[in-house]
């Protein structure tokens, strides 16, 4: 689950990316006075961001692993009482099932609708109008303009008049498809510049396939990695999304995460912890496998 | 924009030109169009719609200036100069961390192990970086008892959560790493022979750095900057989860759209998001045209 707040630099990496297999950077020709200068600094800010960003999640498991209140940690206890009583425990509230339920269902429902948008305008796009590119660029990155709090204030707005729309929780799907679109978008669009479409429908439509067929046959498979990529992607924001579903009373599983955590310090703790773990391999995996295909493919929303 | 509208392709006859077909060929991008407008275009267009009209449905920019008043604009205040320091903090340690990994010639994992870390890092957010943040610097937190046990009061030097500080440190964990997303092609796009040419003309480091690498990273580190206030500024979850206060102006928006106050209030909320996409449009209009200038020397 990616807990994105928003998805403003979402494409600050898609070049990010994209140029990483060129040219090494530059190396400082040493001065050689400099030379141990130029070293420290370096050596200096890499610890520091290191423990910058390994203490918080290290602080994160204490809190959630060990049952030893935080004024009796020292030396003599520090490997006392581990244990994953916290995270069971909230595993058996309602609450957490329900959550869990909803926010598997409406990230299936958001990928199914953005897949089944996304790749045949996508496709369209590439074949038929590649006029419409830029715009339609323009348009995907527009939810930056529009951030989750503001579209939810339009949602709002919006309320009174398809109130039999809106008090449903899979009312959330095609929102949640707005919120993905930047990167979703760009995931697909950069599979199909990659491989020949042009020539996979002509010869598929030249050998009798129909559209679904071409589709089914030639398209889906060659583009496997870029539907992967952003079906993941997908599923990361819709099982981290908080702002939409808070405001409107949805239950999800980061609402309710939030309240677990008020009263159950521990065990909320837990869900959060095993939510990051989960995001990071997650993405982890996602980056290792796009990159060994070399392919200068986005694979991060930002 | 609307240059590109679809609907005007209907009236022409079907096929009888290339152009005519071309034309039909936007059709297919009906569903799209379509599904963008209903979900976001119109939301966002409701958002300005209320906040034209004041509490008694009077049109005008009252409630757009009412925005800008008392506890509003102190949280106008607030976040920006929170979304300011956190940019900051941000593009410069954003950068020292890129350029460090640029640079590392051992070990070699080194450079892919901060890209791919930023990748991720950059997405996290939100409630579980809230809590991180609160077991780390929380008054029982890890970092808290760490630097008392060597004689530092955290919290006796006036340190608290939800002011400025903390929140600081909160976003930093998705501010710098963002940043290391963006500057690392930028580094990488200083070329060695720039250096060398310098050298031989018997620059220094810090003249090479004055008259060529920071002049040629500035409209990164900029836009840099304007993506990172932009990302800080419509930032709702972590705050969400560190305060009970309503500080920043997104916390104010929820405060306004979940609260049962009267309606008169709500307009608020609406009024707020409306300035809420103005902010991120400008910032992201200027983030756009410094990318393009940034690209130049990418080739």
Known sequence: MAFVENSVGAYATMYAFADSEG???TTPTPASRAKRFGRIVPV??????????????????????QNVPMIHLGWSTLFKKWSFSGI????????????????????????????????????????????????????????????????????????????????SDLSLIPFYVVLAL??????????????????????????????????????????????ISSAFLTATVVLGEFTIAQVLLKRTLPQFMAEYQSREGQGGMGLALLAIVATTTLLAILTLATRKRGQAQPISRF | MTTLVVPSVGGRAVGATPKARRSWAWLGLFPF??????????????VFSKSLYDSKDHFGLTALRDAFRGQNLAAF????????????????????????????????????LVASFSGVAANLGGIPLAFAFIALLGRQGLATKILSALGVDLYGSGFQLDTTQGLTAAYSYFQIPLMVLITLPAIDGLKTSWRESAASLGGTSFTYWRRIGLPVLAPSLLGGFLLLFANAFSAYATARAMTTKSLIVPLRIGFYLRGDISTGEEQLGFSLAAWMIIIMAVCMGLYWILRKRAERWRS
């Open chain 2, 77 to 112: 205040k607030f976040s920006v100069w929170l979304s300011a320091l956190s940019a900051a903090v941000g593009v410069v340690v954003g950068t020292l961390l890129a350029y460090a990994a640029a640079t590392a010639r051992r070990p070699r994992w080194l450079r892919s």
């Open chain 1, 88 to 167: 069971t425990r909230a595993f058996g509230e309602q609450g957490f099932r329900d959550g869990l339920k909803l926010s598997s269902v409406l990230a299936v429902g958001t990928v199914v609708l953005t897949l089944g948008l996304l790749l045949p305008t996508a496709l369209w796009v590439h074949l038929r109008v590649p006029k419409a590119r830029a715009f339609i660029e323009f348009l995907t990155v527009l939810p930056y303009v529009i951030p989750p709090i503001a579209l939810v204030a339009g949602i709002r707005v919006i309320k009174p008049h398809a109130r039999w729309f809106l008090n």
């Open chain 1, 23 to 25: 040219d090494r950077p």
């Open chain 1, 182 to 227: 930047p990167f979703t978008f760009r995931a697909l669009d950069a599979g199909i510049r990659a491989i020949d479409v042009k020539t996979l429908v002509d010869a598929s439509r030249g050998l009798g396939a129909g559209w679904v067929t071409t589709m089914r046959r030639a398209l889906i498979p060659n583009l496997r990695t870029a539907i």
């Open chain 1, 44 to 65: 200096t800010i890499m610890v520091l961001c290191g423990l910058f960003f390994t203490l918080p999640l290290l602080a994160m498991a204490r809190f959630s692993l």
């Open chain 2, 33 to 46: 169009f379509a599904f963008l407008a209903l979900f976001l275009i119109v939301p966002a267009i409701s």
